[in-house]
């Protein structure tokens, strides 16, 4: 059973601090990985996609990769209000039907 | 503007009824799928389409049908042997590289 493990939280930050979103899964077979934001009764949206280890950097967001430790983070700088929703990890182990979403983690930033 | 459309945004229906809501991409994406989400859960895949006239059950597809007759279109039918057909439902097209984009999601309400 494929599976992709993210705390519900809320996670709570104070505005301008950094939010730090954490993901786990349990396909050493995966290969791309994919954060999503989504807002209350709004469909998920991609804002960053990795396939390598390391940081990849836009804007605001860095994630970061460790396919040895399984596991995938999520680094929000300067959080914003605007920032606060649900956040989703979703993870591909090959193949079109081969992606798992996380339950996503609530991301609430305190003005 | 390049995106998904999905309609209607709203859908309430007796149970018993059958009911298809619509998803268009111009994307020009080659696959779509069908996703199910259920208030504090991940996204469930229904079907999922690679090709045109080709498409494949995803992990809840009973009570569910799809069709693929062109690469822009891929309507799902609830059927009145879905048990639980309240959701809210999310189309989403992909390319190549796996990354899913998602339309704006139809909220079905069976009484």
């Known amino acids: 059973q494929k599976e992709v493990e993210q705390n519900s939280g809320p996670l709570s930050v104070p505005e301008g601090a950094i939010a730090s979103l954490n993901c786990t899964y349990s396909?050493?077979?995966?290969?791309?990985f994919f954060w999503y934001r989504q807002y209350s009764g709004k469909s998920p949206e991609l804002i960053m996609f990795i396939y390598s280890n390391g940081d990849k950097e836009d804007g605001r967001f860095t994630a970061q990769l460790n396919k040895a430790s399984q596991y995938v983070s999520l680094l929000i700088r300067d959080s914003q209000p605007s920032d606060s929703a649900t956040y989703l990890c979703a993870v591909n182990s090959g193949g079109y039907q081969k992606v798992t979403f996380g339950t996503g983690t609530k991301l609430q930033v305190i003005p | 503007d390049g995106g998904i459309t999905q309609s209607p945004k709203y859908l309430f229906r007796k149970e018993g009824q059958n009911v298809t809501l619509s998803c268009e991409q111009n994307?020009?994406?080659?696959?779509m799928y069908w996703y199910r989400q259920d208030p504090g859960q991940g996204l469930r895949l229904i079907y999922y389409s690679q090709i045109v006239n080709d498409f494949q059950k995803g992990d809840i597809a009973e009570g569910y049908s799809v069709s693929r007759e062109k690469k822009e279109s891929f309507p799902l039918t609830v059927t009145s042997a879905q048990k639980n057909p309240t959701a809210f439902y999310l189309c989403?097209?992909?390319?190549?590289?796996?990354?899913?984009?998602f339309g704006p999601g139809t909220r079905l309400t069976v009484t």
């Open positions: 994307l020009n994406h080659d696959a």
């Open positions: 396909d050493r077979g995966s290969q791309s």
């Open positions: 989403a097209s992909s390319n190549r590289e796996w990354e899913q984009y």
